[in-house]
Every structure is written in structure tokens, then in C-alpha cells.
């Protein structure tokens, strides 16, 4: 199906483990977001890309670790996961031209117990 | 330090009540204002961007216009399926490709 998937959809995972979620587009757009949302703060970008192997920080990426081999794919690691880390993850992706017409995919609910 | 702050946090309307949702900013240079829609268990969608004083926008039963300081997102005879979380986003001039988010307004309209 066209557009962006996140997966997994629901993870459940205990401190200290290592995590990955994953994003999906099938646009070919440059751009890709990952953000998390917690309650009490609004949406805080973690890493963002503008292309295949072009990455860079966004307001929290402690403890995320980011790639981009393929411009569909964006990958988003917690090396060590921490209760801080518990939130919905979404994933975004925009074209080069239009970068803050951001298209969201439908999110990851992490638990870190 | 830029600053994004929605009010209300929570507005319930009647269907056909018309309000105005706010978004006051405060950033050292603006490059764009953005309103989003986030309905419950899903991704934001994006609504509207606006680059300059006095610009409006609309769609549907929605109409967003920015000042130097604030956007309003008014909605004109709401119905039902116009509640969602509306989030304001702007990205200022030196946060590279950064947005700073609200924490929205969540808008319930009864039948």
C-alpha cells in the first residue's frame, strides 16, 4: 500500500534491551522525521534525514541511534532502552521542496517496563 | 527561547457553535506556521501552512490567519466529525529543519 507504515505497532520491552522501530514510505520523499509524543509536551523531533545517508539531531536524540541506506526506510534504534523512552513514536516524510508538509505514519506505543 | 502555547487546552462546542482555536509564538525569526489535525491513535495530518502576517488559509470549515505573534484556527459551524487534537507547529529561522510544537487544543463537538 501507498504511503508511510511504522512497525511494530505496539512494542513491549524491558529497560536495557535494545529496540527498533521501523518506517516505511513509498513516495521517494527526501525527507524523513522520527518524533516522540508524550503527554504534557508537545510532538519533539528526535533525528531527521534529507536524504539516504544524511542524518542529523533533532531537540532530544539521546539514546536514539538513526540510519538511512535507503531513501524509503528510516529506521529508528534505542540502543539501551530506559523508562524515559516510554512515549508514541511517530515517524514522518516530506519532498525536498515542501520539507514542513510533513506526512505522518500512524505511530509505535512503547512500553519500557 | 522559542515558545509555542495553544489555548485552549480543551473546547467543547455544539455542532454549529463557531470558536477560534489560538496560537501564540514566540521565536527569534519565523520561517513558517503550521496547524496540524491529530485524530485519537493516529498521526498528525498536516492543515495549513502560513509564512507571513495577514496570510489566511482555508479549508472546508476551517480558516487559519497569523499575526506577528499568534494564529487562530477558526471553525465555522462545527459538526461532529471535527473533533481531533489541533496542533500549531512553527519552525523557526535558526532551527535548521526543526519544527516546535504545541501541545494542541483538543476540540470536542457535540451533536
Redo the contacts between chains.
Keep these: 500500500d501507498a504511503g508511510i507504515t511504522q512497525s511494530p505497532r505496539y512494542k513491549i520491552t524491558e529497560t536495557g534491551r535494545q529496540v527498533t522501530l521501523m518506517c516505511h514510505q513509498t513516495w521517494s520523499h527526501s525527507?524523513m522525521?522520527w518524533y516522540r509524543q508524550d503527554l504534557?509536551?508537545?510532538?519533539?523531533?528526535i533525528y531527521?534525514s534529507?536524504a539516504a545517508d544524511i542524518t542529523?539531531k533533532?531537540?532530544v536524540p539521546d539514546g536514539y541511534v538513526v540510519s538511512r541506506s535507503k531513501t524509503e526506510n528510516f529506521p529508528l534504534t534505542l540502543e539501551s532502552a530506559t523508562r524515559s523512552q516510554t512515549s508514541v513514536y511517530?515517524c514522518?516524510s516530506s519532498e525536498r521542496e515542501n520539507?514542513?508538509?510533513?506526512?505522518?505514519?500512524?505511530?509505535t506505543r512503547l512500553t519500557v517496563l | 527561547e522559542d515558545q509555542?502555547t495553544q489555548s485552549p487546552e480543551a473546547l467543547r462546542l455544539q455542532e454549529g457553535e463557531s470558536s477560534s482555536l489560538n496560537c501564540s509564538y514566540t521565536v527569534s525569526g519565523l520561517?513558517?506556521l503550521?496547524w496540524y489535525r491529530q485524530d485519537p491513535?493516529?498521526?498528525?495530518?498536516?492543515l495549513f501552512?502560513l509564512y507571513s502576517a495577514g496570510e489566511e488559509k482555508e479549508k472546508e470549515r476551517l480558516k487559519a490567519t497569523l499575526t506577528k505573534k499568534e494564529s487562530f484556527l477558526h471553525i465555522t459551524a462545527p459538526k461532529p466529525e471535527d473533533s481531533a487534537t489541533y496542533?500549531c507547529?512553527v519552525?523557526p529561522s535558526n532551527s535548521?529543519?526543526?519544527?516546535?510544537?504545541?501541545?494542541?487544543t483538543s476540540l470536542l463537538v457535540t451533536p
Excluded at chain 2, 491513535?41 to 498536516?46: A, D, N, R, T
Excluded at chain 2, 535548521?96 to 494542541?104: D, I, P, R, S, T
Design positions: 525527507y522525521f504534557g509536551h508537545g510532538l519533539r523531533l531527521y534529507a542529523d533533532g531537540e511517530f514522518a520539507y514542513n508538509e510533513q506526512f505522518f505514519g500512524p505511530g | 509555542v520561517r513558517g503550521f491513535g493516529k498521526g498528525p495530518e498536516f501552512t496542533l507547529a519552525h535548521g529543519y526543526a519544527l516546535n510544537f504545541g501541545k494542541g
